[in-house]
């Protein structure tokens, strides 16, 4: 077996594992944020919170989420665009946020003498998408920040950035 397959797999397993993990700490009441009961005047018994709304089974949460793109494939960043604009179309998703972020020769599509899809970035953005590219990645593609897209934000490390919007609960999806 190859390096690759090997590492490919053992993180296929680490992934699961802990989304099982996760869900079996949520489904065991493991949850501190769960409701604390209150008393009541009256008769002294415990009931829950009457202020807060009980959750229907018919509302969605939120749906956050992380577009990452590594490729400087001018065709890959056609196709993460276009995947991102499939997931703005879809209209049983209610997206709630949605970030586009980029490392690496990805880097590339927000320079605005060298991508093709300047209006298209445009446009997302002005639809809510915030689009968020690594610094270590101008630095070592010797790239500007004043070269870039206005749309454009740059933050210290894309990996940092994806690893806190997941720990904010953001789905991630590796385009394209």
Same mark, same amino acid.
């Given at each position: 077996?190859?390096? /690759?397959?090997? #590492?490919?797999?053992?993180?296929?397993?680490? +992934?699961?594992?802990? =989304? &099982?993990?996760? !869900?079996? @700490? /949520? !489904?065991?009441?493991d949850?501190?944020? %769960?409701? $604390?009961?209150?008393?009541?005047?009256?008769? @002294?018994?415990?009931?829950?919170?009457?202020?807060? $709304?009980? !959750?229907?089974?018919?509302?969605e949460?939120? *749906? /956050?989420?992380?577009?990452?793109?590594?490729?400087?494939?001018?065709g890959?960043h056609? /196709? +993460?665009?276009?995947?991102?604009?499939? #997931?703005?179309?879809d209209?049983?998703?209610?997206?709630?946020?949605?970030?586009?972020?980029?490392?690496?020769?990805a880097?590339? *599509?927000?320079? +605005?003498?060298?991508? %093709?899809?300047?209006?298209?970035?445009?446009? #997302? +953005? %002005? %639809?809510?998408v915030?689009?968020? &590219?690594?610094?270590?990645?101008?630095?070592g593609? &010797?790239?500007?920040?004043?070269?870039?897209?206005? !749309?454009?934000? *740059?933050?210290? =490390?894309?990996?940092? $950035? *994806?690893a806190?919007?997941? =720990?904010?609960?953001?789905?991630?999806?590796?385009?394209?």
């Amino acid at each position: 077996m190859n390096r /690759r397959r090997y #590492l490919a797999g053992t993180g296929s397993v680490v +992934a699961v594992g802990t =989304a &099982g993990g996760y !869900a079996v @700490g /949520r !489904a065991g009441g493991d949850d501190e944020d %769960d409701a $604390e009961p209150t008393e009541t005047e009256s008769d @002294g018994e415990q009931t829950p919170d009457e202020s807060e $709304e009980p !959750a229907t089974d018919d509302e969605e949460p939120p *749906i /956050r989420t992380i577009l990452h793109l590594t490729s400087g494939d001018e065709g890959d960043h056609d /196709r +993460a665009l276009t995947n991102l604009e499939n #997931l703005l179309a879809d209209e049983t998703t209610d997206t709630d946020a949605v970030e586009f972020v980029v490392n690496g020769p990805a880097i590339t *599509i927000y320079v +605005a003498d060298e991508t %093709d899809h300047a209006e298209r970035i445009s446009s #997302l +953005a %002005d %639809d809510g998408v915030t689009f968020k &590219g690594c610094a270590n990645s101008l630095e070592g593609f &010797g790239i500007d920040e004043s070269e870039l897209l206005e !749309a454009a934000t *740059i933050v210290p =490390a894309s990996v940092g $950035e *994806i690893a806190k919007l997941q =720990a904010e609960g953001y789905g991630y999806i590796k385009v394209p």
